[in-house]
């Protein structure tokens, strides 16, 4: 297995354009989350969805929004992109909902870059 | 509001010395700590979830309720410990992983 798979590496859009980033988790987990880290910081929870339901949402606008497909690979879409939205996106997965006994393994992220 | 808060942005130390990587959080619910790690060029991992009370990789670290912090420390560094080590706080029920802003570790020969 080759771990959390997430395309593409890189991105560069533009102000006002929308973007679809992608991710495959570990065959086998349910559940799947989005950050976002902005350099020289932490990863920022956006989204979390088990069983292609969302069980969590971070302090993100509207213009960020996720799903789950039935073969638990995910998407999240960003509308109108700002300047501010240039980041690593990582994407997690764990067999369950995420916890001290279900641990969560990342992927290698997207870059992001809005100009 | 739930925090986690990483004081030192770098901390450099020598082959052989004692390493504190300090983390306080912020939550009034029961907290579910971590450690995740970033070597060079791999990805975030898990080093240490604070359930578990093991020593990983001859790192450790206790929760203390009392002081809301959760520090990792290892007595003797090694060059192969250099990385960005982040503290991660679970929001039970919430489904949410709060990270502090990470700390460098570079360890000097």
């Known amino acids: 297995d080759a771990g959390v798979t997430q395309s593409p590496t890189h991105l560069i859009k533009t102000r006002g354009q929308h973007v679809t980033l992608r991710c495959s988790p570990i065959?086998?987990?349910?559940?799947v989350s989005w950050y976002q880290q902005v350099l020289g910081q932490g990863p920022q929870f956006i989204f979390q969805?088990?069983?292609?339901?969302?069980?969590g949402r971070g302090n993100f606008p509207d213009r960020f929004s996720a799903r789950q497909f039935p073969n638990y690979s995910s998407e999240l879409n960003v509308n109108a992109l700002l300047l501010g939205d240039s980041a690593l996106y990582l994407c997690a997965s764990s067999f369950s909902i995420p916890s001290s006994y279900n641990e969560q393994f990342f992927g290698p992220g997207t870059r992001l870059t809005v100009l | 509001a739930q925090r986690v808060t990483q004081p030192e942005k770098l901390l450099s130390v020598f082959k052989g010395a004692p390493v504190e990587l300090k983390c306080n959080y912020s939550y009034s619910g029961s907290p579910e700590l971590f450690w995740y790690v970033q070597y060079s060029r791999q990805r975030l991992q898990l080093l240490l979830r604070h359930i578990s009370r093991e020593s990983i990789k001859g790192f450790t670290a206790d929760l203390n309720k009392g002081e809301t912090s959760f520090h990792l420390k290892k007595p003797f560094a090694q060059e192969e410990d250099s990385a960005m080590y982040y503290c991660a706080l679970n929001l039970v029920g919430f489904q949410k992983l709060v990270f502090g802003t990470g700390t460098r570790l570079l360890v000097s020969p």
């Open positions: 065959s086998g987990h349910k559940s």
């Open positions: 969805y088990y069983e292609k339901e969302e069980r």
